[in-house]
């Protein structure tokens, strides 16, 4: 019955917690259930598993820099430029806007999007373009292999992201119908702009989103590397570099970037994520669950 206490106590700080901080949710959960099923050095064991592990460490600093490009694109106005070029119908712009910026998660992403959907849309009704610019800025988070979801459920289950892919497009393409037959049906017309086509302000930005993707398909298909995450790695700081370059971003401009889209949260959930899958593994009473009786009072818990 402990143990159930432990576990119960566990999930139930994870949830509470996490509303505020999934970091500090998770680690509270770990510390937890570590004091009801581990033994001091079994506690220890599972942190050194966790931090003495190259390819946790290089997925929390991917994870951690992924928003930064995000951010470097922003300040330099090069995101604004890839969407003010989109010369395309309402339809696609609606979809296609949101779900490129969504490639790149950072704190209030959608507030982000928002003002430039805005200003592409502007006769297509508010709250279509609302629904349109949460609906969509999420869908290829299924299917992009930077996402951090992906990334860190992908490497929880031991599984390569790009074997996964195929397996959720079919909920990628479900999730497009339905955005499509609420959301888009019944908008029409092209996207208004006031200034002149620029093939580099569409260009340039992104190529540096797909940089990325493609050096981290590239560097991992071309090469046997001791850890997959620094194929991830490596993409993502080309990315990153390149919109530093190209934006034209100093020192001062990079910090201002860190203060808002504060990368170490990310970092610190991964980080948080792996001590607590540790700390479960390492729980010998805690993989024998399944095979205890749950008694009706821990059911109440």
Known sequence: MLIWIGFS??????????RRSLAL??????????????????????????????SILLLAFVVGLIPMIGGALEASGEMERLVANMRIGRRPFLALSPALLGMLPMPGGALLSAPLVERGATETPADIKAAANVWFRHALYLVYPLGPALIASAKIASLDVYR????????????LLL????????????????????PAG?????????????????VKRSFLLPYPEIGTAVGVMVSFIAAIVIGRLDRADIKQVAQKMRPWKFSLIILAMFVFLNVFRASTNINNLAARPMRRTNSII
């Not at 509270?28 to 598993?49: E, K, R």
């Not at 569409?202 to 590239?218: E, F, G, N, T």
């Open 9 to 18: 106590l566990a999930i139930i700080l994870l949830l509470v917690i996490s």
């Open 25 to 54: 949710g998770m680690a509270a959960a770990a510390v937890v259930l570590a004091l009801f099923t581990l033994s001091p050095s079994q506690m220890g064991g599972a942190l050194v598993t966790t931090f003495a592990d190259p």
């Open 164 to 175: 996964v892919i195929p397996f959720l497009t079919p909920a990628l393409l479900l999730n």
């Open 179 to 198: 955005g499509y037959v609420f959301l888009l049906r019944r908008v029409d017309g092209r996207v208004g702009h006031s200034g002149r086509f620029s």
């Open 202 to 218: 569409l260009l340039v930005p992104l190529a540096i989103i797909l940089a990325a993707p493609v050096l981290d398909l590239v």
